[in-house]
Each structure stands twice: as structure tokens, then as C-alpha cells.
């Protein structure tokens, strides 16, 4: 069943392709790992796996524009076509996955002194959704925000590893997940 996420998370994620880039730039940087624990949220519950995302760069302005713009070009599929066309930024690997690159992620800094990431890519279609025609291959993105927070214990995000973007009733820009998204716990940032 096909279940619209809540508003906020839509806005938080949305955010990547749609807010101005007045609080990150693309650029050169240390490799970061982050390491965090999914826990299945709805119809997933009770679920756990182990979720790593290697951060090689950041994406840049530039970046944000192209998706923008094919995103008014073609929607959700121009957004996932232009992603396929973009060079990795990094490279995210589930527990029982061989993993895939991750072609867009932004930073943002926060007023506490943490930090916001946020990343979408075109996610891979298996071969038993190719073959069974599966109606989640028009769910084409993946995406997630983790925000590293100062506090201790602070840092909290979650991951959609199926989704597209989509235009609701007021006009609004909306994502529309395949399934539930995973909650993401324990997550620990090292470089």
C-alpha cells in the first residue's frame, strides 16, 4: 500500500531539491563514514538493518539546479535520469546489499551546531521487479536526512528507499514512498 509521508518529513526531504543553497556549498572534503541502525517503521516493524554511507564530496549548486530543473521538465523521472547522469558523491550499503553510489548529497548547518545531511539518488531496480513488472519500479529514488547533532545522543534521521516526488492537490511539492520509511538510530559519524 502506497502511504503519503507527513508533511514535515516531506518538507525536511523535499528540501534537497527545492530550498536555496544560503546554508551549504558543494566542495572538497574529508571522506566521512556514518554508520546508523534502520528500524522498519509501519508494515516493517520489527525489521533492523545495518546502514552505512561513505561521504566522498558534496554536491554543489550547480547540482540542486539540474535536478530542479528536470524535476519541472519531467518530474520524478527527469529527477532520477538526471541522477543517473551525475557522478557519485558517495556510496550507501544495506545489510544483505552490495550497496550503490549515492549521487547527490547536501550539508547543511544548523543553529544548534549541528548538521542536516540530506541525500536522494536513483536507486537500483532488482531484476524481480523488472521481470514481474513490479509497480515499485516507478519508484525510482532513494533518499534519507540524518542530522549529527552536538547533544549527546542527539542525532536522529531516516531513509526512504523507495520514492518519487510527485505535485499534490494545493500545487505543492510531495514525496510519495513505495513503503514506510526507516527510522534511523544510533548513528555514528567518524572520518
Known amino acids: 500500500m502506497i502511504m ?13 531539491v527545492v530550498t536555496s543553497t544560503l546554508f551549504a556549498t ?6 566521512e563514514y556514518i554508520s546508523a541502525i534502520a528500524q522498519g517503521t509501519s508494515q516493517q516493524l520489527g525489521k533492523i538493518v545495518s546502514v552505512n554511507l561513505i561521504i566522498n564530496e558534496l554536491s554543489t549548486a550547480d547540482d540542486q539546479k539540474v535536478l530542479i530543473d528536470a524535476f519541472k521538465e519531467k518530474g520524478s523521472e527527469g529527477v532520477a535520469n538526471a541522477l543517473g547522469k551525475m557522478h557519485s558523491k558517495g556510496r550507501i550499503a544495506i545489510t544483505g546489499t552490495l550497496g550503490f553510489d549515492v549521487n547527490y ?17 536513483d536507486r537500483p531496480i532488482t531484476f524481480g521487479e523488472m521481470w514481474h513488472g513490479s509497480r515499485s519500479q516507478d519508484y525510482a529514488l532513494s533518499l534519507g536526512e540524518i542530522i549529527i547533532s552536538p547533544k ?14 510527485q505535485m499534490d492537490k494545493e500545487n505543492e511539492l510531495s514525496i510519495e514512498a513505495f513503503r514506510n520509511p526507516w527510522k534511523l538510530v544510533s548513528i555514528k559519524l567518524s572520518n
Request: proline fraction near 4%; include cysteine.
Open 26 to 31: 558543494g566542495q572538497e572534503r574529508k571522506r
Open 152 to 165: 549527546k545522543d542527539g542525532n536522529s534521521g531516516m531513509i526512504v528507499p523507495a520514492a518519487q516526488f
Open 105 to 121: 548529497i547536501r550539508e547543511f548547518s544548523m543553529p544548534d551546531g549541528g548538521k542536516k545531511i540530506r541525500f536522494v539518488t
Open 4 to 16: 503519503k509521508q507527513s508533511l514535515v518529513r516531506s518538507a525536511c526531504i523535499v528540501a534537497i
